[in-house]
Nanobody, 120 residues
Framework: VQLQASGGGSVQAGGSLRLSCVVSGNIFTINAMNWYRQAPGKERELVAGSTRGGSTNYADSVKGRFTISRDNAKNMVYLQMNSLRSEDTAVYYC???????????????WGQGTLVTVSS
């Protein structure tokens, strides 16, 4: 199972970016799909999460500005980030809770990270 994130970049404060992540490999189903971030010198934190059934949750710091969505048919998760602030600068990681097709083993996986830089 592999996760490939894309969409990071540099943007000015107030701007928008959309991150995408595709999950590929030996997949039977994907439960939670999440976005985390890690800023320099800080611990990795959950930004937004989604369940297969469509429930979502957000860190207080991004509520009203970020939206997580997913396409279960394509095994993809997205993060629309609006009204970006300098404090949103971080490496963003996608994360998935996957049940594998062979053996129905359940594991969690991380993408490689994509850098978001917001300049003020």
């Amino acid at each position: 199972v592999q996760l490939q994130a894309s969409g990071g970049g540099s943007v000015q404060a107030g701007g928008s970016l959309r991150l995408s992540c595709v999950v590929s490999g030996n997949i039977f189903t994907i439960n939670a799909m999440n976005w985390y971030r890690q800023a320099p010198g800080k611990e990795r934190e959950l930004v937004a999460g989604s369940t297969r059934g469509g429930s979502t949750n957000y860190a207080d710091s991004v509520k009203g500005r970020f939206t997580i969505s997913r396409d279960n048919a394509k095994n993809m998760v997205y993060l629309q980030m609006n009204s970006l602030r300098s404090e949103d600068t971080a490496v963003y990681y996608c994360h998935a809770d996957v049940i594998q097709r062979v053996g129905y083993y359940r594991n969690t996986y991380w993408g490689q990270g994509t850098l978001v830089t917001v300049s003020s």
